[in-house]
C-alpha cells in the first residue's frame, strides 16, 4: 500500500467559529487570521492505493458545487473541482477510486462527491464505480438533520447516494467490504455517528481533531454539537493512538497532513512530528 494526501478545494472561515470558546487573542497565535477574522483550512483527503488491490479515498473534501454567492458566503476559495486536479497529479481520475470513505456528511467532507457547479445543471455524483461507506447512525441524522446543523447537510446528496446502488452503511463491530484492512471507530461530540477510520497505521481524525491546535484538549470548535463529550472522547482517542504508535491524519491543517501525537509530565497532547505532504508513502 501506499499513502497520498490529496488537497482538495481549500476555505477560510471565521476563526471564532472555528476555536469554539479559546479567546481569540489565544487562537490568532495559532493561525493568522485575516483582516475579516478568517482562517485558511485544507480540506485534505487521504488516499490509499494498492489496499487488497483496490484504490480508496477517505473523504472528498467541500468541492465546487456550490453555486458562486454561496461559494463566497462559505469562504471557498478556488472555482475548480481541486482534488480533481490532485488526482490526476497522481496519475488518477475519479473514476478509479473503488471506493470513498465519508467520516460524516457535512457539506466540507462530502461536497467533492459532486461535480463542480455549472449554471441549469442538477447536483450529479463522481466516482462511478466507487461504493460510498457511511456510519449508519451519522445517516440517520443525514436524513434527518436537526435544525441545529441542517444548513450543513446537502440537500441533494442522500437521494442521490441511495439511487446510486453503491452507497454501505457502516455499524460497529461490522466487517465492511474493505474487511479488516480498515479499522472503524465512532464519535458522538461533533456530530452523531462521526466515524474515524484508521489504515496503516494512520487515522483520518475529521472533525474530532480538525488540526494540531485541537489536539490539545480544551480547544473544540463552535460547529461541535456536544462539546464536552467531544473532549472525553478526544482524550480516549489520543491516549490509544499514543500507545499503539498510530499517527493522526488532519483534514483541516492547512500545513500539515500528518504527525504523531505526544503528551508532557503535565499531561497535555502536542502533535509532533509534522509531515506537510504525504506522496506515496509505504505503509
Known sequence: ????????????????????NAPRAMWARWIEPDEQNRIPLACRCLLVTGLDGRNVLFETGI????????????????????????????????????????????????????????????????FPNARYLVGAEHWARARHPHPRDRASFIPELAALLEASGRLELVEPNRSSSLGQAVRFTFSEGHTPGLML?????????????????WVHLPVTMGYDRWPERLIDEKKTFLDDKLARGVRLFFTHDHGCAMASVARDDKGRYSAVDPRETLVGLDA
Open 1 to 20: 500500500m501506499k499513502l497520498w494526501s490529496l488537497i482538495g478545494n481549500s476555505q477560510r472561515l471565521d476563526g471564532g467559529a472555528m476555536f469554539g
Open 197 to 213: 477510520a484508521e489504515v496503516a497505521g494512520v487515522v483520518f481524525c475529521a472533525d474530532l481533531i480538525p488540526g494540531r491546535p
Open 63 to 126: 468541492g465546487a458545487f456550490f453555486e458562486p454567492a454561496l461559494r463566497e458566503r462559505y469562504g471557498v476559495v478556488e472555482d475548480r473541482h481541486v482534488l480533481l486536479d490532485s488526482l490526476a497529479s497522481v496519475g488518477l481520475t475519479h473514476e478509479d477510486i473503488d471506493a470513498v470513505v465519508l467520516s460524516h456528511l457535512h457539506f466540507d467532507h462530502a461536497g467533492g462527491l459532486l461535480a463542480a457547479w455549472e449554471d441549469g445543471r442538477s447536483p450529479r455524483l463522481l
